[in-house]
């Protein structure tokens, strides 16, 4: 021990001895330092303070310091010191993963986490509250001044005046210790648990209950600081979370349903069942369909709330589709509704395969045919459920975070009379953008960029004249395409100027006014029909250059239908038609990435009822019907407020965009499911759903005339069946179409159209020879005449359909059916 | 045999003796007596260390097991300074984590220290007699039980005198150190700066009674020419201090937290004029009970050491004086109540004790009172009743 001792003396001594020579060295660059003894000293000293404190840090610090707020951030109550938590009344404890106050009487209880929010963030805080029988106030307090929190914060809560009624409270503590109230609102949301939210702003602030915003605007007395819990009487408090509130100006409300209105239900997409407008309300009338579902295509969210009003007519089973990854595809969706087994409401999510994982479930009163209200405040990572105003799920885990929303109803009919989706606030009140695509894993989805429900700047109506409509045969786009050649003479290459300053110049057809809504030329030659027109441009100046088509006129805009850029700006894509006298009635426009000075292509496809938009090859909006009245016509180009450069105008049949020859099932970009759950893998499509109906994948492909075949095994059953559904006028449905499947298990084959209201109408059928389950099926469309082809023996030919084009799809009937070496091969 | 010299003798005999008094004392007290139920039991195996851990060991044990924790409003930890419960939690796993064995430990050791230092400096002032009685007098002054209690008093006084000791022998470099653990112990442990440099400015020649000479001045105007350097070692005496007052700000954001907190002990800063008037009031007003009595021996001791005042000013210098009157102001201007427990840490008053003890009369006097009081109080203190 002594040697130990005695070398590490030593070794002391040798270091101090090697500073001391440091220090001397150093004394001659800087003579007036003091001496060794002194420097060494001081040293010495302040490393016994430095040693002091990092042995406080060590030994003595709290596991919680008063500090900052790591945004965001979230309080489960699982593990919490409430020690460390500053608890100034009240008795707080941690049970059951929530915060508890539970003492009565009349002295309130606060406790606040010693945290601070960062000093000039606007942030959100929120918090549950289940008010408890003896609960009498309930709620938060925030910006509380640190130390001196009871008397100087801000305050909101829950106030039970008497058993029926509840009021919201916000107030402040005043310099003299009283409580000033700044607003006071009844509250008509019959339940015991609450959602409350603050935003915080710079110098005001906002207070949601269970989402809808009660308060709004008032200002705040005191800056920043803690957030704490409230309660007078017994309260329990889960899932406290703080985030910044990025958007200062909270959104109105996104989406409200028109299903009221004439004609209502717009931008709804149904995806199957039996879904239409009636008696002012959305229904879906199919009681016999499991998850008939509707999506409604014109808007993404993503942090929201979503409410829907229905009333079961049969059955039960009617409930809510959320951050649906394609509104056309129940896949990837979240769904919460009422089961159609027991008397419970269920909620879970469909996988890629559209498979149903159920995340939970509550008992419930039977639906019965009472109006009842279904709500889920989708937030950053999780939902929660309202039934009736009852909350039913709170916190589940989110898998799609933002989407599409839809309505669905299992082995139930209902009616939907109300439907509205609006920001959680503090989230952005824009919907998501998605022309990039939302996901949709498996089935490759074209974007769809969100559509907003604001009017779009109505176009002004060009100079009014007596309509003298000429009266012209239209041609088929197919059949008599046309390239748009730019040289010479506008009006020897057809056009005609109706206003505006038109000019062939360089090989492009040029409109250089930009000071002027809607100058048009029309190409007077060809009027067309069920025909797809693409035109190519760049702006020069401004934003404003589109199609007119359908025209019944060479000389006005009347009567025709339109499709250009918003003159406004340069990122939205307007469509609608003039009415009699010329004025522009606006159907509904999309947000699409900015033209700038981009060459673009913008495509219209017209068929028989209704029209699709393309932008740059991109859908931007399928099936707008012909609210003009005009189903054919003359086509033309239009600017607005613009300097445009045209160099390409085709018109051709409406599979032009299609045509081609498609030999597997990844050559299908755009397909789809509309039902039934469908695997696609190794080029090969299986139908799984056993259940005996029609299920469809729609190819993506529109045509009118084409060969589809595909060899389709059915399973052993005897009533399975497979074939195409040709013609298809909507992309999710099968209603207006053309069928051709086996049937019987493989007995035999039938082919019938689908009325707009699903129902089924038989053409003709014929027997096939043999026991086999494996076919290849073959199908010769041109236009509205068939042929079919069942192992290459001709079963019927020239069948008479009642449609020139549509969407081309995969039929099955029951299942699992097997499809592989599909090909189509597209003419027009 | 070499004979151990009389520093190490004196204090070590006077440690033994009264602690032998205090422990029989607790013993019997705590055997004899019934102990009101509900109060803290400090270590449920062992009665005898459960006796020495009361009201503020709590608030150690607690910093020493949790850390600090602060509550505005609320009588938070962070009132009590760190250098105490610190050496308990580092300590302890000697002890087997068992802190109050440990602050036990502690507490007894560095009081043998401070006896030690204590008879050190009053040999240096006041000769090795005085020395001796001195030793004496702290050791079994009626509250020296606290010495051995899990409390702080022992680590301030053997940290405080044995800075004064190395300031006394200008031994700077040591006395800061001292100086650092002082007031990192105690909240007055700073006022062990003001002592230091008032031997600073005595060892360079300066008086506060001439300060009125020029020459005065000259002196020290000389003296800080040649020996600045000492000043700033002496300087860095707060930093014990400004460690925590970090620490404070770094966890809690409130560096003076600890000043703070008192509030919720009831105390306000009325002075300790209107402390005292109040307390005398008490007294004169007021039945004989237990509170009574406590008031009564904390006014007596209090305006004794009072009384002392000018007579260690006289006799040991101003700076001693002061020391001892901000000592016994500071407390007493909210609350007189445990006066009688700051006292111990009065060091100057016990070496003017003991420069009247050359008396004999006064020297029995003062060794029967105190005894006498010290077996009482620590009968009081052991069956919690508050004496200080």
Redesign the interface.
């Known amino acids: 021990m002594k040697q130990i001792l005695k070398s590490f003396l030593q070794k002391l001594q040798s270091i101090f001895v090697k500073f001391d020579a440091m220090l001397n060295r150093l004394r001659m660059k800087i003579p007036g330092l ?2 060794n ?2 420097l060494l ?2 040293a ?3 490393v ?2 430095g040693v ?2 990092v ?3 060590v ?5 919680q ?3 900052t707020y790591t945004l965001p951030y979230t309080q489960n109550f699982d593990d919490v010191n409430l ?2 938590w ?3 009344t009240g008795v707080w404890t941690i049970r059951t993963g929530t915060l508890q106050q539970s003492v009565g009487g009349e002295e309130s209880g606060q406790v606040h986490i ?1 945290l ?1 929010v960062p000093e000039d963030a606007a942030y959100h805080a929120s918090v549950f509250i289940t008010l408890k029988k003896d609960t009498r106030q309930a709620g938060l307090s925030f910006n509380a001044q ?5 008397p100087k914060q801000h305050r909101v809560y829950i106030s039970r005046i008497n058993p029926e009624t509840l009021e919201l409270v916000a107030g402040y503590m005043d310099e003299t210790g009283a409580f000033i109230t700044q607003a006071q609102v009844p509250l008509t949301i019959n339940t015991t648990e609450f959602r409350l939210d603050v935003y915080v702003y710079g110098n005001s602030y906002l207070v949601q209950v269970n989402g809808q915003r009660m308060i709004e605007n008032r200002p705040l007395y005191y800056k920043n600081g803690m957030i704490g819990f409230y309660a007078l009487g017994p309260a329990v408090f889960d899932t406290y979370k703080v985030t910044l509130a990025e958007n200062q100006n909270p959104g109105d409300m996104v989406y409200t349903s028109d299903f009221d209105q004439e004609p209502g239900g717009a931008g709804w997409v149904p995806i199957s069942g039996t879904w239409q407008i009636a008696s002012k309300q959305m229904m879906q009338s199919d009681a016999i369909f499991v998850d008939a579902a509707i999506g409604y295509e014109t808007s993404t969210f993503e942090n929201y709330t979503l409410r829907a009003t229905f009333t079961h007519v049969d059955g039960q089973g009617a409930g809510l589709l959320f951050n649906m990854p394609s509104p056309y595809s129940i896949n990837g969706a979240h769904l919460v509704r009422y089961s159609n087994e027991t008397d419970s409401v269920i909620w879970g999510y469909y996988d890629a395969q559209g498979v149903f994982t159920r995340q939970g479930f509550v008992d419930a009163s039977p639906a019965d045919k009472e109006t009842h209200t279904l709500q889920v405040f989708s937030g950053a990572d999780s939902y929660d459920v309202f039934l009736d105003d009852d909350m039913i799920a709170r916190d589940v885990p989110l898998v799609s975070i933002q989407g599409a929303v839809g309505l669905i109803t299992s082995r139930s009919s209902a009616a939907f009379s109300y439907v509205e989706a609006f920001p959680l606030f503090g989230a952005t009140s824009d919907p998501v953008a998605a022309l990039t695509g939302t996901q949709q894993p498996q089935v490759t989805n074209t974007p769809v960029p969100q559509a907003t429900q604001t009017q779009a700047p109505a176009a002004e109506p060009t100079k009014v004249v007596a309509a003298t409509p000429v009266t012209v045969e239209a041609v088929d786009g197919g059949s008599s395409p046309y390239v748009g050649v730019f040289d010479g003479k506008l009006s020897d290459a057809g056009w005609r100027i109706i206003n505006g300053d038109w000019k062939f110049a360089n090989g492009n057809f040029e409109q250089v006014k930009v000071d002027g809504f809607d100058y048009a030329a029309v190409y007077t030659k060809t009027a067309f029909q069920n025909f797809s027109i693409q035109t190519g441009f760049s702006h020069v100046e401004g934003s404003g250059a589109g199609i007119l088509f359908n025209m019944p006129n060479t000389d006005r805009l009347a009567g025709a239908s339109m499709v250009r850029y918003s003159d406004k700006r340069d990122n939205a894509i307007v469509w609608g038609y003039f009415d009699a006298t010329g004025v522009y009635k606006n159907q509904g426009y999309a947000d699409v990435p900015n033209a700038g000075a981009d060459r673009h292509t913008l495509r219209v496809v017209s068929g028989e009822k209704s029209y699709s938009i393309y932008l740059d090859d991109r859908l931007i909006v399928q099936a707008v019907p012909y609210e003009s009245g005009y189903s054919m016509g003359y086509f033309g180009l239009v600017t607005s407020r613009a300097h445009v450069i045209y160099d390409e105008v085709a018109v051709d049949g409406v599979g032009a965009v299609f045509k081609g020859t498609y030999e597997s099932m990844d050559g299908f970009t755009d397909q789809r499911i509309v039902s039934g759950k469908w695997t696609i893998e190794n080029n090969q499509a299986v139908q799984t759903v056993v259940d005996v109906s029609d299920y469809v994948l729609n190819t993506g492909i529109q045509a009118s005339e084409y060969t589809v075949s595909a060899k389709i095994t059915l399973p052993e059953t005897s009533d399975s069946g497979g074939g195409f559904v040709i013609h298809m006028n909507e992309r999710g449905s099968k209603n207006n179409s053309y069928i051709v499947r086996l049937k019987d298990g493989g007995k035999g084959i039938w082919w019938g159209s689908i009325n707009d209201e699903g129902n089924f109408k038989g053409q003709g059928s014929s027997p096939i020879a043999g026991t086999d389950k494996t076919f290849t099926l073959r199908l010769d469309v041109k236009l509205d005449v068939l042929s079919i082809y069942v192992n290459d023996v001709e079963i019927a030919r020239n069948i008479a359909i009642s449609s020139q084009e549509g969407w081309i799809g995969l039929l099955s009937y029951g299942g699992p059916v097997i499809f592989e070496d599909v090909k189509l091969e597209v003419e027009k | 045999m070499k004979r151990l010299p009389d520093w190490v003798t004196v204090p070590l005999l006077a440690f033994v003796l009264s602690r032998l008094l205090i422990f029989g004392a607790g013993i019997l007290g705590d055997t004899m007596l019934p102990t009101e139920e509900g109060h803290w039991v400090a270590d449920e195996n062992s009665p005898f260390l459960s006796m020495w851990a009361k009201w503020d060991s709590q608030y150690y044990v607690d910093i020493a097991t949790n850390g600090y924790w602060f509550r505005p409003g609320l009588q938070s930890n962070v009132a009590f300074f760190p250098l105490y419960p610190m050496s308990m939690q580092v300590l302890a796993k000697f002890f087997d984590g068992n802190l109050i064995m440990t602050g036990f430990v502690v507490s007894n050791v560095t009081f043998l220290g401070g006896l030690i230092f204590f008879y050190l400096l009053t040999e240096l002032e006041l000769g090795s007699d005085s020395a001796r009685r001195a030793v004496y007098y702290l050791a079994f002054f009626p509250t020296s039980f606290f010495f051995s209690a899990v409390y702080t008093e022992s680590m301030f006084v053997f940290l405080s005198i044995a800075t004064m000791y190395f300031a006394r022998k200008h031994q700077w470099m040591w006395a800061a150190v001292f100086g650092i653990l002082t007031a990192a112990t105690r909240n007055l442990g700073i006022l062990m700066w003001a002592l230091c440099i008032w031997e600073w400015l005595r060892s360079q020649g300066w008086a506060l009674l001439a300060v009125h000479k020029k020459e005065t001045w000259l002196s020290l105007w000389d003296g800080f020419k040649r020996n600045w350097f000492d000043l700033v070692i002496i300087s860095l005496i707060p930093l014990g201090m400004l460690v925590f007052i970090y620490f404070l700000k770094v966890n809690f954001d409130r560096p003076l937290a600890f000043i703070e907190v008192q509030s919720a002990w009831g105390r306000e800063n009325v002075g300790p004029v209107a402390v005292l008037q109040k307390s005398i009031t008490g007294l004169l007003e007021g039945e004989v009970n237990k509170g009574w009595l406590t008031r009564f021996w904390n006014v007596s001791f209090y305006l004794f050491f009072l009384a002392l005042v000018p007579f260690i000013w006289y006799r040991l210098g101003e700076g001693y004086a002061i020391f001892v009157l901000i000592m016994l102001f500071v407390p007493s201007a909210s609350s007189i109540g445990s006066i009688i427990r700051y006292l111990l840490t009065q060091f100057p008053a016990f070496m003017m004790m003991a420069w009247w003890g050359r008396d004999d009369r006064v020297d029995r006097a003062f060794n029967f009172t105190f005894a006498t009081l010290l077996g009482v109080f620590v009968v009081v203190f052991v069956n919690w009743i508050f004496v200080a």
């Open positions: 003091p001496s003894k002194v000293s001081a010495g000293l302040l016994v303070a002091l404190f042995a406080l840090q030994l003595v610090a709290p596991d310091p008063v500090t020690k460390r500053f608890s100034q010693p601070k640190y130390p001196e929190l009871l």
